[in-house]
Each structure stands twice: as C-alpha cells, then as structure tokens.
C-alpha cells in the first residue's frame, strides 16, 4: 500500500496522463472526465452509470489526486475486499475497516492511514456513524484531511429503490458533521423518484447530476416460459453457454437443491445464501470468483458490488421481484463488454411465492410499492414488445425498440391492428376520470358486477360493458402494450392509477393508429452468437488460453482474482497483438505502470515462447516504434458479396446472419468491409443518426485504429458491432 502521501492535480500534466499511471487506460470513457472534474472541484455529485459502467473510477481517480483520504461507504464486506485488493495491485493506497478485522489489524490500518499512507478507506454505514468510529474520523480529518465522502450503492439510501436499507438513511448526519466535505452518490440504477430521494436524503447541495444510458447493448435478454420439469429446463439451457454464470432462486432450498442436482450432472456448482455461515458464503464467493468452480446458486443476497466482469450468463430460475432488481442482477453479466446471456424462466407459480414475500412485510406503503413493482415485474415476462425498451422506459430513458438483441426482436409475434380497442380502452380511463387502475378498468369494459363497479355508478358509464368480446387477459395484453407505445402512463406512487397523455388523445381522435403483437405465449429462444471485438483466429484463440491459464496462476499464488492481474479484454488484446516489448505490451489496454512492472515480462516470455512454437509474429495491430498503428485489410471475396446481396433485398444483419447461419459479428464485419470499399450501404439502415455521431466524436478523440480503445471511451452502452460501422464510414470519409 506504499505511494507518495499527497498527490494533487498538479503532479500530472493532465487527467489522461494520471489515468494510464494509475489504471493503465489510455482513455476516460464517456462522462468519466466531466464527473472527475466535478469531483476535484469539490462539488457534489450524483452518478448513475451501469454495473461495470466505471463509476468507482470516479472517485478513485480523484481520491488519488486530492488532498486527504477518500472515505468510501460500501454495504457489503465482500465489495469491500475485491475493491481493496484490486487496488493494492495496482499499487494504490487503499484500506478497509469492517467486523472481519481484529482489533490489532484495526489499530494497524488506523496507523496507516494517519501515517498519510492510505488514499482511499472503505466502511460499512454502520461503523462510520457509530459513536466508537466518530473520533478517529475527526482525528483522520484534523491530520491528513478528508477529501470527500463517495457513497457506493446509494440507491440503498431511498425506500423507492430495490434495495432500500434503514442505516443508509443516517448518512445525512455527514452533512451536519461534515458539512464542507463533498459527497458523491453512485449507484447503478435509479428513477427519477430514486434519483430525487438520494438528493433529498443525503442533503446534497446543488449536486451535478450525471446519468448515463441504461442500455447494455452486449446482454441478450429472454423469457422462458417455466416448464413443470424447470431443472431439465435449467441444464438445457446452461449447457451450451461457455463461462462462468449466476442462477438466481428465491429459496434456500432451492438453491441448496439446484446446486446439488448441477453437481451430480457434471457441473461445477456452489450454493450461496443466508443460511450458510460467513465463512461458508464468503469460502464460496472466492472460489467463484477466482474460477475455480463455474456456477453460483443463489438467493439475492448474492451479488451486490460483485467484482467479477466476465460472468457469461445470469438465469432467474424463479421471477425476480422487481424490474430494478432484475435489472442490477442480470447487469452482472458481460461487465467486460463480452456478449452475455439473460434468461427469467416465468411460471405463474412464482408469483405466488413472490406475494407470500411481500406479505411479509410490516408497512403498507412498502407492501404497496412492492405489489407495483411485482406487476411490472409480470408486464415484463408477458410482454411482446422489445425487452430493452420496457427496462429502458422504466428508467425514464427512450428506446426505438428493435434491438434485435432480445426473443421479441428476434422472434416477434405477427402484429395487429388494435386501433378500435385501444380507443374503446382509453375512452374507459377517460370515463373513469383518470382514477382507476388497469383491472377496474378491464372490469368496466367488461361489464362486471362488481359491488365497487355498481357503488361508484360505473355501470351507468357509456363503455361499460363494450369489450365483451375480448377476455380479460387480451385486454391486460392490449393494456400493456399501450404502456409500453408510452400511449398511456401510469403512476408510480404504490396505486397504479392510468393516466391520459397528449399521444392518447391523438389515439382517441383517430390520428394514430395502435398495432398489437399478439402471442399465445413468450417462447424462449437462443440467443444469436455474436462477437466482442471481432472473431478471433485460432492461433489468438490457443494464445487467449494459454494467457488465461498464465493469469490464472499468478492469481493463485497471490490469493487474488485472476481478472486483477488482467481483465478478460486486456487478454483478448495481447492475444490478437502478440507484443513481444515493453514498450508494445505498455500500449495494451488496461497496462498500467505497476502492471507493466509486476507482469509485463513474465506475459510477454508467455507470448514469445507461443510464438517461437507455432512460428508467428507479432502481428494483427503494428505498433511502429513512435507508438502509431496500422490495421491491415484483406480483399473482399465472394462471401462478403453473398451479404451485400442479402443486405439489399432489405434483410437487417440479424436477419442475413440467421439466414446465412453464420455470427452476427462476421456479417457486421462483411458490412463494414463493404463500407470501407465504398458499395451501397446505408449506414442509417444500421446505426441511428444521433449514435453515429457520439461513435464519431469518440474516434476523433481516441483514434480509429483500436475498436477497444474507442468503446472504453463511450461506455458499455455502446456495442463493437455499431462501432465498427461507424468506423468504417469514417474512414470512408477520411480517404
């Protein structure tokens, strides 16, 4: 944990300069520079960016850069030591203080951090507002400083988010005792009402408020319908998928039952929930991981802050119990911007379950807020509308639809017009006066008699009892789908009251049309196979292993991670370059100079031992000697024509990679490559207008030569395949 005891600003030339010292990145991704810059201005701040999006950066970075010790307040002792030691490899001051400690290994990390040798110390809420804490963090601020507080998981602080925790809500009393030291608020995942009780609730004074797009473009997203036999189900499905994954249960017993059954079956499985003991769950934790076993059954209490970026697939055995959560535990797969795989498998019996749960609960209003969620929650499953597009709704984002990386986009159901029946639905919400939810309303035009329906006079209504030629399930079908278009809303405070907007006066006036796709039911499909950075040759691909079983290693003798020696993508790179220098491997991204350092040399005898057996060359992208790179291209060839002739019979890239039974990632390639040789493709057709232009701000900044480079810039909301398009015409352009 040694390093200088004050960095400022002033010790580097430039933020860049500081973020490939430090972290070995060669460039911020999007936002990252603006919430940095904030943060060394000592203002307030509230991110919200995506699991594995680089939030812990933003206040990293600054920690390292600003007088004084950051304290970072965690909720969990897991998320706290996968920080702690990732940032010890790299060399950065960091400690924490939890129960796990003894009170001498206390008194040490307390030493050291007013010694001036720790940038960045992490606590649970519990221990920094406790009365035994309070004088050693006046101490800690009297002596070295406090340069600001980052509050990590801060949706916790608000009883509107999916993981609400009562001593969160204390953390107001830093502003009281501390009232000119920063905050930072980050979390993953927040609504406005979310995002609006976190500044309520932690006292944040005119915070700059950075909220990143929720899009993760690289998970592909299904529903299952659940079969009786689910665990038949569960291991065709698992089967197929390479890498590590998470199965999500709503029991312990179940969770105990699927990891004994995965087992017997060959699969490498350890259970995780409350009742084991802290040694069982955290024993099981790092073994998954440091991948010496493949899946992990689990409750929620699985997952938070789990630093773990190359998990391939995340399954909901059972329904989640809401869309934020499903949201926060699916986003725990494909943090390296790998493609990943998300599956809920939905039988109505888990609704119950989920109720009984909810139930539970002693406050009404929390028992309110949860039954909403729980129906948004079935919306979800039951929809046949684009996946992304609800989950993207939800978080008051807007999304085409389409994404073609989902079962409704890839496999939709036949559309219908339902203009009439939509008109006859919002004329009932109107009759209604704009006070009831969706079942009074479906009870109305199907002329229930209901004691509330006669009570109120709703009987006496002119639509009253006019959808009686529909079942009660089609209209919920056509009631949904309407939320979904935004052609109707509803509120958000527990009671689910349908409200009119100005797109469903135009419905009702005949100025626009509404298409339902109708379905029997959801049926699960495959995900497409796609790509990362492009197909990789086989020898990268033996390389890629032998590197993995290299990081492996090393992880082991350190007791640490494998994706902290390197992450996935930095394998992946030095795979596809072979550098065979320093100076070469220096350029990898995710180099470093404390990895440089520790691992550089025993990485590239690795690569150079490789390339003496199989007689290759450093080679894919050359690096000259001033640091500049060449991509080479190859001829087009009859296969590339196959897909321009597919492309201009009007078939999307999904479409002519079904067809042509080939990834999604070559046919993307065959486009690109028909781009760059100027042939008739029309890159609005592939890439929306307002993208391409983000994409080519990145290239213009960050260079065009490394796709890596340019999507660690934008985020991972942004896919490899939309990149290389834009990169193609860009180049196209510079020609």
């Known amino acids: 944990m040694q390093m200088s005891k004050n960095l400022s600003p002033a010790s580097f030339p430039s933020l860049d300069k500081a973020l490939k010292h430090f972290f070995g990145y060669d460039d911020f991704r999007l936002n990252q520079r603006q919430v940095i810059e904030a943060v060394l201005q000592n203002r307030d701040v509230l991110v919200v960016m995506p699991t594995g999006g680089g939030k812990s950066l933003c206040y990293q970075l600054p920690a390292l850069l600003k007088m004084g010790v950051m304290v970072v307040v965690s909720p969990l002792i897991a998320l706290m030591q996968d920080q702690v030691e990732a940032l010890q490899d790299n060399g950065i001051g960091a400690t924490f203080l939890n129960s796990s400690l003894t009170p001498g290994e206390v008194r040490s990390r307390q030493a050291a951090l007013l010694d001036g040798r720790v940038k960045l110390l992490y606590v649970a809420p519990e221990r920094l507002l406790s009365e035994a804490f309070l004088p050693f963090l006046q101490q800690l601020r009297d002596k070295i400083g406090l340069s600001a507080f980052a509050i990590d998981e801060a949706h916790c602080v608000s009883e509107w988010g999916h993981d609400f925790r009562p001593e969160y809500r204390q953390l107001h009393n830093l502003r009281r005792g501390y009232p000119n030291i920063p905050i930072l608020a980050l979390t993953a995942t927040a609504t406005e009402r979310v995002r609006q009780d976190i500044i309520q609730q932690l006292s944040l004074r005119e915070p700059t408020v950075y909220v990143a797009s929720f899009n993760r473009q690289n998970l592909y997203y299904e529903v299952q319908p659940k079969v009786k036999q689910a665990y038949g189900q569960l291991l065709r499905t698992i089967k197929p ?14 969770v105990d039952e699927l990891a004994f059954r995965l087992q017997q079956d060959g699969i490498s499985a350890l259970p995780y929930h409350a009742g084991l003991t802290d040694q069982e769950r955290t024993q099981n934790q790092t073994r998954f991981i440091r991948d010496d076993v493949r899946v992990m059954i689990a409750t929620i209490a699985f997952g938070m802050g789990i630093d773990k970026p190359d998990v391939r697939f995340v399954i909901h055995y059972d329904l989640p119990r809401n ?31 989920v109720e009984y749960l909810i139930n539970q609960k002693t406050d009404p209003q929390e028992q309110r807020i949860a039954r909403q969620q729980l129906r948004q929650m079935i919306d979800y499953a039951e929809s046949t ?59 109305v035009l199907r002329g229930s008699r209901k004691q509330k329906i006669i009570r109120l006079g709703h009987d006496k209504l ?23 278009q935004g052609l109707v809303e509803e509120t958000l405070d527990g009671y689910s009251v349908l409200k009119l907007n100005a797109v469903s006066w135009q419905v009702l006036r005949k100025q626009l049309a509404v298409k339902v796709a109708i379905s029997e039911r959801l049926k699960g499909q495959s995900p497409p196979a796609e790509e990362g950075a492009g197909e990789m040759s086989a020898a990268a691909t033996l390389l890629l292993g032998r590197l993995r079983s290299l990081r492996k290693r090393l992880a082991d003798e350190q007791s640490i991670p494998p994706y902290i020696v390197f992450p996935e993508a930095s394998l992946r790179s030095m795979a596809q370059r072979r550098p065979q220098t320093l100076d070469a491997f220096s350029l990898i991204s995710g180099v470093g100079n404390r990895k440089l350092s520790q691992y550089g040399q025993i990485f590239i005898h690795e690569i150079q031992s490789f390339c003496q057996e199989h007689g290759l060359s450093a080679m894919t992208e050359l690096v000259a000697g ?76 960050v260079g065009p030569v490394s796709l890596r480079t340019i999507r660690d810039y934008l985020g991972e909301t942004y896919d490899y395949n939309e990149i290389r398009l834009v990169r193609a015409i860009w180049e196209q352009d510079k020609q």
Request: aromatic share 8%; proline share 3%; with cysteine.
């Open 462 to 484: 002119s639509t009253y009892g006019i959808g009686k030629d529909k079942n009660a399930e089609q209209w919920r079908m056509l009631g949904r789908s309407l939320l979904h």
């Open 241 to 254: 998928l390479e890498g590590s994954g998470i199965i999500y249960c709503l029991s312990r017993r179940r």
């Open 626 to 701: 001033d640091g500049t790179r060449s991509r080479s291209k190859t001829a087009l060839t009859n296969t590339h024509f196959v897909t321009l002739k597919l492309y201009q019979q009007g078939l999307t890239p999904a479409e002519i990679a079904a067809e042509r039974d080939l990834r999604l990632g070559t046919i993307t390639d065959h486009l690109a490559r028909l781009l760059e040789a100027a042939h008739p493709i029309d890159l609005n057709r592939l890439v929306s207008s307002e993208r391409q232009q983000t994409i080519r701000q990145a290239i213009d900044k």
């Open 385 to 443: 509308v684009c996946r992304r597009k609800i989950q993207l709704s939800y978080f008051g984002e807007d999304f085409p639809g389409h994404c073609n990386t989902c079962d409704n986009c890839l496999n939709p159901p036949p559309v219908e017009d339902w203009t009439i029946e939509a008109q006859k639905f919002l004329s009932c919400v109107a009759r209604c006066r704009e006070r009831f939810g969706m079942n009074h309303i479906i009870d």
């Open 323 to 353: 869309l934020e959560s499903y949201y926060q535990e699916s986003g725990r797969a494909g943090r390296d911007g790998e493609s990943a795989h998300c599956a809920i498998f939905f039988g109505y019996g888990d609704v119950a379950t």
